[in-house]
């Protein structure tokens, strides 16, 4: 894999992510809104999204894990970082727009 190539699937990740972390941010607003089938789509398209991301990871894995060695690019690593933090704040936006459900139903 060239360095070139190390660089647009590390914009991928980052593109990715990002838009998965809005709207997972959306998520909850929607849910603070009462709006709990909009935050429920808002969260499956964050799902939609880190698919697209994990996609990209997996390529990284797979061409390293098939013998391929290559220098690891600093944007590489902030693009993983992006999709770890983009990740558990879905999962927290999970939980919380469950919870302000069951608030709401009680």
Request: hydrophobic content about 40%.
């Amino acid at each position: 894999m060239t360095k070139e190539e190390l660089y647009n699937l590390s914009f991928q990740l980052i593109l990715h992510s990002g838009n998965a972390r809005s709207l997972a941010m959306e998520g909850i607003y929607a849910a603070k809104e009462k709006k709990f089938e909009l935050a429920l789509e808002k969260l499956q398209e964050a799902d939609n999204e880190f698919s697209h991301a994990h996609r990209f990871q997996t390529q990284l894995i797979q061409a390293e894990a098939g013998g391929q060695d290559f220098d690891t690019p600093i944007l590489l690593i902030h693009a993983q970082d992006h999709l770890m933090t983009a990740m558990t704040l879905k999962d927290l936006a999970r939980e919380i727009v469950e919870l302000r459900q069951e608030i709401n139903n009680q």
